[in-house]
């Protein structure tokens, strides 16, 4: 986990010199092109391309945009119309909420599903985007694919099982293996996601002005498993069980954003217990976190 976040806190700092500000001249940009020197490190992303050229101990950042395969030109403005702030990478936190929207679990019923929600990360890479204009290029209807991943922490020693009766319920690590020193536990569900989301830009620029986004979102489970971390014997091991665990196949909910340019904070609430009924706790996934659009 901690290969991956480090991973794409990398990619944001990267992706960050997209949202440069300051316009500068075409033709000299054309002219620096034409002389280019040997320290030149290129970065492409999508339809962009990011130049950065170190000469005498300076070092200058372009831009560039490509408007199809064989004419381009050096440019800042997005004027490609209405985009959709989808596309993108965002990571927050988890947690589970029951029908009354309260974080607390019963000890005596679903307790063993108490979380650390510190440690409990939402995570989501939106790869496809398809956006329609309905008025302005400021406000619009967007849709896509994404895939969403949430790691459950448990605050407590435990894990959980399916019984006999296909019915969910706690595992309780200390009971079935005493040697072991539990340092995690965690329950981790893979979704894929497709949003249909309206959205208003105060400016027609996609990276100026401010950005709101509100809809409904869908996923269909893709994957699920337990993961334990423990020691034994003095040593780290680890134990990943990849079962159904009874969780909802097909979920719906709503999603919402709000930010500048970029950059945004993102909430989603899902309508769908995260078990199915009568066979799981009736609990309520819920995520909140950042988001950076890569349009």
Known sequence: MKKIALTLVTLIITLGVFGQDTEPNVEEMKEELQNQKDDTTNIRFKRKTVKIIEDNG????????????????????????????????SM???????????????????????????K????????????????????????????????????NKNSIQELPDGTIDELILADVKPDWD???????????????????????????GVIFSAGVIGGVKLGSNTKIVYKESGNKNKERIRDDYN????????????????????????????????????????SIGFALSFE
């Open 120 to 155: 409990s990360w939402n995570m989501n890479v939106n790869f496809a985007q398809y956006s329609i204009n309905f008025a302005n290029e400021q406000f619009g209807l967007v849709t896509g694919l994404g895939l969403e991943w949430n790691y459950y922490r448990f605050d």
């Open 182 to 208: 539990i340092l995690e536990s965690k329950l981790s569900t893979t979704y894929a996601t497709l949003p249909i989301l309206l959205e208003v830009h105060s400016s027609s620029s996609q990276h100026n």
């Open 247 to 286: 969780l909802s196949p097909f979920r719906y909910g709503v999603h919402a954003r709000l930010g500048v340019g970029d950059w945004m904070i993102y909430g989603t609430y899902y309508f769908t217990s995260m078990f199915e009924s009568n066979k799981g706790p009736e609990l309520y996934p819920l």
């Open 92 to 118: 927050g936190l988890s947690n589970l909420a029951d029908k009354n929207f309260s974080f607390s679990r019963d000890a005596a019923t679903d307790g063993y599903m108490d979380l650390n929600t510190g």
């Open 58 to 89: 300076e070092t200058q950042i372009f831009v560039k945009k490509h408007k199809n395969n064989d004419d381009w030109d050096w440019m800042w403005d997005d004027d490609d119309g209405f985009t959709g702030s989808w596309s993108g990478f």
